[in-house]
């Protein structure tokens, strides 16, 4: 069974939006210090105002973070760290849903995508572990995807690799982490609606809104579970037959 702890300090990647700024507000709701890491300064700072006012017993700390400056990755976590005294645990959340079917000539899209989704989330794991194993406590959050369960056609290819190679390092990172006070969880959400995902003509019974799908995010995130496929309906069972159908099956139906 997961341990559950109260985890005071949380940092948030790309929480200027969707995900990460929803799961902000529902933490903030909980008393939870925050820092917030992400591109796009004006809305960050737009939320962290919006926290304050509402929540005025917690910390907000802000900062520009472009995760594909691996550097600033490192220096970013660090000035949190500080500021809040210690990172009780980091949430890997900034990415990019953006593919083009491999061969049609734009590696630079799949380029992005697997460098931000992949890459500089190893950057962001490497800079919460080191920290973690310095203050011998912590809770690393991944947010993969319901995608990662399997091999994904078309535009979807390059995002879906990137998503299970993420998945991978975070068992991996688990692995090193048995016996130890740090836990590991990886979240393979399915589709929540956000800027990212409004866009994608799917049935709209299966398009979660946001503040039910932050919420079932923010739940497995404090039970501390290894993995979660989420919201559990309709996702677990739709990643159950994702991962066992025949591949020309599964061409048709995503």
């Known amino acids: 069974m997961a341990r559950v702890t109260t985890r005071t300090n949380i940092l948030i990647t790309g929480a200027s939006s969707g995900l990460g700024e929803g799961m902000a507000r529902l933490f903030a709701a909980r008393g939870r210090n925050l820092a917030l890491a992400a591109r796009r300064v004006d809305r960050l700072d737009a939320l962290a ?4 006012a509402k929540h005025p017993d917690i910390t907000v700390v802000t900062r520009e973070l472009d995760v594909t400056d691996h550097d600033r990755v490192f220096k970013v ?3 949190c760290a500080d500021a809040m005294g210690a990172l009780d645990r980091v949430v890997v959340n900034a990415g990019l849903g953006k593919g083009v079917p491999i061969g049609r000539g734009r590696f630079d899209v799949n380029r992005d995508t697997v460098e931000t989704n992949f890459l500089a989330a190893l950057a962001q794991c490497e800079a919460a572990m080191e920290h973690f194993y310095a203050v011998g ?3 690393l ?5 319901i995608q990662a369960v399997r091999g994904m056609p078309r535009g979807m290819a390059a995002y879906a690799a990137s998503k299970a190679g993420l998945a991978a390092l ?8 048995i016996g130890q006070p740090i836990n590991v969880t990886t979240l393979l959400p399915g589709y929540i609606r956000t800027e990212m995902t409004a866009r994608l003509r799917i049935a709209p ?32 069972p739709i990643g159950f037959a994702l991962r066992r159908l025949p591949l020309r099956v599964v061409r048709r139906i995503v």
Not at 170 to 177: F, T
Not at 211 to 228: H, M, N
């Open 49 to 52: 105002t919006e926290l304050r």
């Open 77 to 79: 976590f660090a000035e």
């Open 137 to 139: 406590d912590g809770h």
């Open 141 to 145: 959050v991944v947010m993969s995807s």
């Open 170 to 177: 975070a068992e991996g990172i688990r692995a090193d982490c």
């Open 205 to 236: 019974r299966l398009m979660v809104d946001t503040d039910a799908g932050c919420r079932s995010l923010v739940s497995a995130i404090e039970r501390e579970v290894p993995e979660a496929v989420l919201p559990a309906w309709p996702w677990r």
